[in-house]
Nanobody, 127 residues
Framework: VQLQAYGGGLVQAGGSRRLSCTAS????????VAWFRQAPGKERDFVAG????????HYTASVKGRFTISRENAENTVYLQMNSLQPEDTAIYYC?????????????????????WGQGTQVTVSS
């Protein structure tokens, strides 16, 4: 499975941006897809994740109420709608995928549990 993340760019504080992650290759299986981000000098952190069905989502506390993850399985695409962006949201955003199993709902925040990664897209929020 190959993942491509895009949609990043420069946005002013308080603004919005939508990221997309499109999968190609062996997309017939069921995948849990997540967004991670890495700010300069910091570790890569979990942001949001979504099950194959879309019925279950997970968010890190700092983005709850501002970010929304969704997916369009017919298009093999997962979205991250980011609203009320703040300078601390500045980072490279990566999408990642792993088989959607019961473990996905336990270990979703740990990057080492993901098998596939996109190349990252830069989001810069100016104050």
């Amino acid at each position: 499975v190959q993942l491509q993340a895009y949609g990043g760019g420069l946005v002013q504080a308080g603004g919005s941006r939508r990221l997309s992650c499109t999968a190609s290759g062996r997309t017939g299986s069921r995948y849990y897809v997540a967004w991670f981000r890495q700010a300069p000098g910091k570790e890569r952190d979990f942001v949001a994740g979504i099950t194959q069905s879309g019925r279950t989502t997970h968010y890190t506390a700092s983005v709850k109420g501002r970010f929304t993850i969704s997916r369009e399985n017919a298009e093999n695409t997962v979205y991250l709608q980011m609203n009320s962006l703040q300078p601390e949201d500045t980072a490279i955003y990566y999408c990642a995928a792993r088989p959607d199993t019961a473990d996905s709902r336990i270990y979703y925040s740990q990057g080492r549990n993901y098998d596939y990664w996109g190349q990252g897209t830069q989001v810069t929020v100016s104050s």
